[in-house]
């Protein structure tokens, strides 16, 4: 434990920094949410209590999960790492462009295997697009998402690194919440920005699965999953939630599967409905391949 709280110490400035960004983008938030309630957007005010009350039960089980992950790792994966990487202002941009392709890769799995999108669809629940969707996480992604850093750690990043490198990945996206501002030109092939992530949040066909980069959108060009905005977007899932209740916000999905799963006729259709794509069904009379409860996010 002494090392672990050395390298707490060592990147304490690291995390008081992200605070304040946090707390910068609450307050934008809140601008934007009194905004549109006196020019009267029509914007869905039910759908941000949900995010409040989401957000919420994010950041109670976030801290915890956070710490069991650092603890995790740096016992149970750090020990194999191929190198010790000294962190310097060049290698913390080396780290965060490895957080970015590793993020690309989590958020491409989380919406094409369907056990990983029974969280990740909370965040991509909402019918509506504002800074506060920012907040709609889900309470139990962080079980799982440190595992797709494992190739940080096993490169040579220690565990506090990876974590932060990550959170910045996470942290950046939040401005992109937005439908107030527009196009950006080139950027919005270069790097992820509000019109390239609304083209991600959008459940429109040709706009589903699309955008997974977090920072970079370099990956999507590279994978082929780059889609620029072209028409307007719908936002929400193909199947929507219709409910504002956080508890089923975060685990309608998870009981789908299990209905889908106690309802399977064998076990190699239990193990698809499970790891298979969202929406995947099997391919029994007219039964055909279906995209919801699909769409699909951060």
């Known amino acids: 434990m002494d090392a672990i709280n050395e ?3 060592r990147y304490d400035a690291w995390f008081e920094v ?3 960004i946090g707390l910068a983008f609450i307050g934008l938030a809140a601008i934007e949410l009194m905004w549109d309630a006196a020019t009267r957007t029509g914007r ?3 759908e941000t209590l ?5 957000a919420v039960g994010y950041e109670v089980s976030g801290y915890l999960v956070s710490a069991a992950a650092v603890l995790i790792t740096y016992y149970f994966v750090q020990p194999f790492a191929l190198f010790e990487i000294e962190m310097t202002p060049w290698t913390w941009v080396l780290a965060i462009l490895v957080a970015d392709f590793c993020y690309y890769w989590m958020h491409r799995v989380e919406h094409e295997v369907r056990f990983f999108w029974a969280y990740h ?3 991509h629940s909402s019918p509506e697009f504002d800074l506060t969707t920012a907040y709609r996480l889900s309470w139990v992604e962080g079980l799982f998402e440190w595992i797709f850093v494992i190739p940080m750690l096993l490169l040579g990043f220690d565990a506090v690194a990876t974590v932060i490198s990550l959170i910045v990945v996470a942290t950046y996206q939040t401005w992109i919440h937005t439908q107030k501002i527009g196009k950006l030109g080139i950027l919005d092939k270069v790097i992820n920005t509000p019109s390239a992530h609304r083209v991600h949040h959008g459940s429109n066909p040709k706009y589903l699965d699309k955008n997974y980069g977090g920072i970079l959108l370099v990956w999507d060009h590279l994978f082929g999953s780059y889609q620029a905005e072209e028409e307007q977007v719908k936002f929400g899932i193909t199947n929507p939630v219709e409910s504002i209740n956080p508890f089923v916000i975060n685990f309608h999905e998870y009981a789908a599967i299990a209905r889908d799963m106690w309802r399977a006729k064998n076990w190699g259709n239990r193990w ?3 790891f298979g794509r969202p929406g995947w069904v099997p391919e029994e ?3 055909q391949l279906r995209k919801g409860p699909q769409h699909g996010a951060q």
């Open 7 to 9: 390298l707490l110490v």
């Open 18 to 20: 992200t605070e304040w």
């Open 44 to 46: 869905k005010f039910s």
């Open 50 to 54: 949900a995010n409040g009350m989401v």
């Open 121 to 123: 669809v909370t965040h």
């Open 272 to 274: 698809k409905y499970l």
């Open 285 to 287: 009379g007219s039964e």
